[in-house]
């Protein structure tokens, strides 16, 4: 994902007028809201950081996904529609795989920009995918 030179910053999905800055996650460029803190990534560094095997985390938040991976969610509180910060389109909303409760508003245009996680998601993805390959809950 690269951002073009003098346009705009790109504004946060979820917030109204809230401009995302750009990051470094582990090593993976990503964007932030300081409003709602929610991050913005491509789908080369989502699977790059989904594969991380170095990283502690806190214990409560690994408790955190295990509840929340049971957890079933309705559409009904789902906030409304987002739109692309870079290209603009209407993103299709999925939800996680293995958390239901993981909303995931992805960019279904052309250039396939990259996805917007809520406050916290992007560290309980990883600790779902290490889960899985530990086997911590099996
Ligand atoms: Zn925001
Ligand atoms: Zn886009």
New binding site residues.
């Given amino acids: 994902m690269e951002l073009p030179a003098k346009k705009p910053k790109p504004k ?1 999905p ?2 109204d007028d ?1 401009e995302l800055s750009m990051a470094k996650n582990e090593g993976c460029t990503v964007y932030r ?1 300081k ?2 803190e ?1 991050t913005w990534i491509g789908d080369k560094e989502l699977a790059f950081l989904k594969m991380v095997k170095y990283k502690r985390f806190d214990p409560k938040e690994i408790v955190k996904v295990k509840i929340l991976r049971e957890w079933k969610m309705t559409d009904a509180a789902l906030p409304g529609e987002r739109h692309c910060p870079f290209c603009s389109v209407l993103m299709a909303r999925t939800h996680y795989e293995d958390i239901p409760a993981i909303v995931i508003d992805k960019c279904a245009g052309p250039k396939k920009c990259g996805q917007w996680l809520g406050r916290g998601d992007l560290e309980r993805i990883q600790i779902n995918e290490r889960a899985k390959e530990d086997k911590w809950w099996s």
């Fill in positions: 946060c979820a917030c809230a809201c409003f709602c929610g």
